[in-house]
């Protein structure tokens, strides 16, 4: 769902360099957006025949004949588009506040049109295939997780964070990737690196001390804050750690949505051209490194119950003791046919644990406004977030929200 998406060239290819873990026998893309089918359908098949996979490839702008007999569906939408997007970037800063469309007000905003479309989407698989397994990659992840277990469905959530940092890590440390195991440990955006164990030793404090400016750098953080907490925080941080000097730097830069808007038009363009059969280099910019890789490992867990264990976002049931079971965390867990299991986690140190909780109290909040409505609920879930907190911030943040929302938000 969302197979319109420039991100789309990535997951065939994965599907197809991995046909041996997860063998494809018919991929189905299902978009609104025919304009953008009729140029990604093609380049997928392409990009199937130059790799001899004999998978068929279809789409169609009807989610019910998509989702037809099928054994998993992949999530990758955004509603709203771009433009949505830009303007989750935008608005917040108006207050001071970060505007990103994961966290903070923007990252409100993108769940509250967000969830009820998913939740629909859900409903109308469950109708066409029961069976099937559902993958959540559409942010905020861990948000759209916890609305899908929490109405039955058999969802999972996954983001690419921690691939990114397993594949970073066995680069620098000249070892394969599956030989880096992580302690990766938190909310989806908001994870520590706990530990890093190659061959039964955990190398983290090697990692920090020969490698730590190259990790700092890619982070956009200070290599002293490796030094001094001793873990390797996600990019995602940098919201919480370092609000002010971000929120600079997006009143005085392009935003992303911007630059995001430019490539996607390049990128489509590039699609268009029928002599094209793989994934351009032009996408690696795009974000979403290793998603094929992460997408495939864990489709292929479920549908083929092998009990591997991936970084995933799975209601809590307990691994963290401090948050309530049906909230959504994003930890090491055993993947079967049941499902996403977390595998038990060393308590959470307070520094951690306090973030953590906080978060996990405005997503429930933010939950409860996306499927109920009502300004209230807005307001709540915005004075709830450590990003916001302030009632004059939050107050003004829920007109600017429902402002720029009221196309997608029924109830406003």
């Not at 068929?56 to 099928?70: E, F, K, P, S, Y």
């Not at 051209?273 to 690696?284: S, T, Y």
């Not at 409505?373 to 943040?397: I, K, N, T």
Request: net charge negative.
């Amino acid at each position: 769902m969302g197979g319109g998406s420039t991100y789309t060239p990535e997951l065939v290819d994965g599907f197809a360099r991995l046909r041996d873990v997860l063998p494809v026998t018919e991929l189905v893309l299902v978009d609104p957006d025919a304009r953008r089918l009729e140029l990604v359908g093609p380049l997928a098949r392409r990009i199937l025949a130059r790799q001899g996979h004999p998978g068929r490839v279809t789409w169609t702008a009807d989610l019910d004949a998509g989702a037809d007999g099928a054994d998993a569906v992949l999530l990758q939408l955004r509603v709203g588009g771009q433009a949505a997007r830009l303007q989750d970037e935008t608005w917040p800063l108006e207050c001071g506040c970060v505007g990103q469309e994961t966290t903070g007000a923007g990252g409100l905003a993108k769940a509250l049109r967000t969830v009820p479309v998913v939740l629909d989407i859900a409903e109308r698989v469950r109708r066409r295939s029961p069976g099937a397994w559902i993958v959540d990659f559409t942010n905020p992840v861990g948000i759209v997780t916890r609305a899908l277990l929490a109405a039955g469905h058999r969802a999972v959530g996954l983001c690419n964070v921690a691939i990114g940092f397993q594949r970073k890590f066995a680069r620098l440390l000249g070892v394969a990737p599956g030989e880096v195991a992580l302690e990766h440990t938190g909310l989806n955006h908001l994870t520590w690196e706990r530990s890093v164990t190659v061959g039964g030793r955990d190398v983290l404090p090697r990692l920090i001390a020969e490698h730590g400016d190259a990790i700092a750098a890619d982070l956009r953080m200070p290599r002293a804050l490796m030094d001094r907490l001793g873990v390797v925080p996600s990019y995602y941080l940098r919201y919480f750690y370092r609000h002010d000097e971000v929120v600079r730097e997006l009143r005085d830069g392009p935003s992303r949505a911007a630059q995001v808007a430019a490539m996607e038009r390049e990128l489509l363009a590039l699609y268009a051209d029928p002599a094209l059969d793989e994934k351009p280099a032009l996408l690696e910019k795009r974000g979403g490194a290793f998603y094929s890789e992460a997408a495939v490992a864990l489709t292929a867990s479920l549908l083929r119950d092998t009990g591997d264990v991936q970084v995933v976002n799975a209601f809590n049931n307990g691994t963290l003791p401090f948050l309530p079971d049906d909230a959504v965390i994003e930890v090491p867990a055993a993947v079967d046919a049941r499902g996403a299991h977390p595998l038990p986690v060393r308590p959470l140190e307070p520094l951690f644990a306090g973030l953590v909780a906080s978060v996990t109290a405005y997503e429930h909040l933010a939950l409860e406004a996306a499927l109920k409505g009502g300004r209230e609920r807005v307001f709540a879930a915005l004075l709830a977030h450590p990003l916001v907190g302030q009632l004059d911030h939050a107050d003004r943040l829920t007109g600017a929200l429902l402002a720029h929302n009221r196309e997608h938000l029924a109830w406003a």
